[in-house]
């Protein structure tokens, strides 16, 4: 079993900063991209931004030059910290990655539970 786990959200004013971090537990030979999308009442799951395992990083339009996902292999962790933040941010974030099992090396995809992030006018 594998499992990711969020922490980080909250309430902050517009133009402030939050830092996500993901924790990746459980059964891991290796962990491919990890990512962070962010889902608002009502409509789909956006990315936000990705990282694979090799650093290469790609953001949603919305959010580059603000926002910086980054990894640390050793501790199976992601983070996203964001910059300059604006209220159309608010969302609940979701951690997302695919990890390779040592259990037969399955491959699952992974998703967090997800955590809240508002951000006041």
């Known amino acids: 079993q594998v499992q990711l786990v969020e922490s980080g959200g909250g309430l902050v004013q517009a133009g402030g900063s939050l830092r996500l971090s993901c924790v990746a537990s459980g059964t891991i030979f290796s962990i491919n991209a990890m990512g962070w999308y962010r889902q608002a009442p009502g409509k789909q799951r956006e990315l936000v931004a990705v990282?694979?395992?090799?650093?290469?990083?790609n953001y949603a339009v919305s959010v580059k030059g603000r926002f910086t996902i980054s990894r640390d292999n050793a501790k199976n962790t992601v983070y996203l910290q964001m910059n300059s933040l604006k209220p159309e941010d608010t969302d609940v974030y979701y951690c997302?990655?695919?990890?390779?099992?040592?259990?037969?090396?399955?491959?699952?995809?992974?998703w967090g539970q997800g955590t809240l992030v508002t951000v006041s006018s």
């Open positions: 997302n990655a695919e990890i390779v099992s040592n259990l037969a090396y399955r491959t699952f995809e992974v």
């Open positions: 990282i694979t395992s090799g650093g290469r990083t």
